[in-house]
């Protein structure tokens, strides 16, 4: 078999959003991770709700729904899928109940942004529940998916051809995602305002995809890093094909 | 994952793989097709839109060999090739 | 009613943005796309979710 050599660079880099670089890939392995990355990591989320009291100006459905969708802290090594944790809120207006003010029982799943109003309560309204939050992956339901918005573009590498004819019109040339510039720099095209008129004026380029380069764009939605749900990804491929090995084998 | 041989002959395998999906069967045939002992490979998730079948089924046709052994090389190579990104990634 | 958790389209969460968007472009005099710009919702499909938004409490809350 091929022997693997893979190249990984860090174009972006950030706790919850990152461009990065992967040379070595084929298509299918590429997205193989794109769709694990979505699909299969698992994330907190809360899944049932035990109202004590919603005299709020929302339904207790309407709450659930909105409560699901507030990302939680998940840290992967210590839980496995199907584990619960118990959450509780209790707040009495006027006031707006936060994500922030939902307590965890456990530290370490606790909601990832303190700031998403919940509801806005009035005087003598009051919310309060319990709930609890399943970890479960992305395909069982889309408020389990850890990756926002991931998706991969080729590499595109800019050759320079020569210089365009001199009464030709500067037209922009829009380009989106990386290029490998012809001094084998790896540029964002953001950096020049997605137009290659901008960073190569009066110059005819070429643009072309590099094969077995792929730029991913991975989100996450706060219940763990980009580089955590990256090799999540690539665990759950792993598992998969140990898996069938042993079974083969038998 | 299940596993359940349909046919079986000395080149020639359809095995269907319970509960997968294109995540993993795509790459498997991906790592079957690199292979110089195997002549085809395919998945079907939906064969004939048959009613009831709904989980993949994989085909693999050895040029040369036992095509369970392909399939075993190829889960070896995924997971050398995972091994080794997941380095590459830890190091970047 | 309120604001949305996430985005529609994409799931990126866009409640955490809110009061300091209302605070700033509606309630303030800023620029709406250059606060957004700022809060770094930057696609714009979880634009419009902020944009294209009114809280409505405060309208059904005599009908409780």
């Given at each position: 078999m091929t022997e693997a050599d893979f190249d990984v660079e860090y174009v972006?880099?950030?706790?919850?959003?990152?461009?990065?670089?992967?040379?070595g890939l084929t298509p299918a392995f590429a997205n193989g991770i794109r769709r694990a990355m979505i699909a299969d990591v698992p994330t907190f989320s809360i899944d049932t709700v035990r109202f004590v009291e919603n005299s709020s100006?929302?339904?207790?459905?309407?709450?659930?729904?909105?409560?699901?969708?507030?990302?939680?802290?998940?840290?992967?090594?210590?839980?496995?899928?199907?584990?619960?944790?118990?959450?509780?809120?209790?707040?009495?207006?006027?006031?707006?109940?936060?994500?922030?003010?939902?307590?965890?029982?456990?530290?370490?799943?606790?909601?990832?942004?303190e700031n998403v109003p919940i509801v806005e309560l009035k005087e003598g309204q009051r919310l309060e529940f319990?709930?609890?939050?399943?970890?479960?992956?992305?395909?069982?339901?889309?408020?389990?998916?850890?990756g926002v918005s991931v998706g991969?573009?080729?590499?595109?590498?800019?050759?320079?051809?020569?210089d365009r004819g001199e009464f030709d019109d500067?037209?922009?040339?829009?380009?989106?995602?990386?290029?490998?510039?012809?001094?084998?720099?790896?540029?964002?095209?953001?950096?020049?305002?997605?137009?290659?008129?901008?960073?190569?004026?009066?110059?005819?380029?070429?643009?072309?995809?590099?094969?077995?380069?792929?730029?991913?764009?991975?989100?996450?939605d706060g219940s763990f890093t980009v580089e955590e749900l990256l090799l999540r990804a690539i665990d759950s491929i792993e598992e998969r094909a140990d898996e069938l090995r042993t079974k083969v084998a038998v | 994952m299940e596993l359940r041989v349909i046919e079986k002959t000395d080149t020639e395998l359809r095995i269907e793989i319970a509960g997968e999906d294109h995540t993993f069967m795509n790459?498997?045939?991906?790592?079957?097709?690199?292979?110089?002992?195997?002549?085809?490979?395919?998945?079907?998730?939906?064969?004939?839109?048959?009613?009831?079948?709904?989980?993949?089924?994989?085909t693999v046709k050895a040029e040369s060999?036992?095509?369970?052994?392909?399939?075993?090389?190829?889960?070896?190579?995924?997971?050398?090739?995972?091994?080794?990104?997941?380095?590459?990634?830890?190091?970047? | 009613m309120m604001i949305p958790v996430r985005c529609f389209t994409c799931g990126n969460v866009v409640g955490e943005h809110w009061e300091e968007f209302k605070e700033r472009?509606?309630?303030?005099?800023?620029?709406?796309?250059?606060?957004?710009?700022?809060?770094?919702?930057?696609?714009?499909?979880?634009r419009r979710m902020l944009v294209s938004h009114r809280d409505l409490v405060d309208v059904v809350s005599p009908y409780q």
């Open positions: 972006e880099r950030d706790d919850r959003s990152a461009r990065v670089l992967i040379r100006v929302m339904f207790d459905e309407m709450i659930g729904l909105r409560l699901g969708l507030v990302p939680l802290t998940t840290p992967l090594d210590e839980f496995e899928i199907g584990d619960t944790v118990t959450l509780a809120l209790d707040v009495e207006g006027p006031a707006t109940a936060y994500s922030g003010d939902i307590e965890s029982a456990e530290a370490m799943v606790e909601p990832a942004d319990e709930a609890d939050a399943v970890l479960e992956a992305g395909k069982e339901h889309a408020k389990h998916q850890g991969y573009r080729h590499l595109q590498r800019v050759s320079v051809e020569g500067e037209e922009p040339r829009i380009l989106r995602g990386v290029i490998e510039t012809p001094e084998g720099e790896v540029v964002a095209t953001d950096e020049f305002g997605n137009d290659l008129s901008e960073r190569y004026p009066g110059k005819e380029v070429r643009v072309e995809d590099v094969p077995g380069a792929f730029v991913f764009h991975i989100e996450t | 790459v498997l045939k991906g790592a079957l097709l690199e292979a110089d002992d195997v002549a085809a490979a395919t998945y079907d998730m939906n064969p004939e839109q048959s009613g009831g079948q709904t989980e993949p089924v994989l060999g036992d095509p369970l052994d392909a399939v075993e090389a190829a889960a070896t190579s995924i997971t050398d090739r995972t091994d080794a990104l997941r380095d590459a990634v830890t190091a970047a | 472009a509606r309630e303030g005099e800023e620029d709406p796309g250059e606060v957004l710009d700022d809060l770094g919702v930057n696609r714009h499909c979880c």
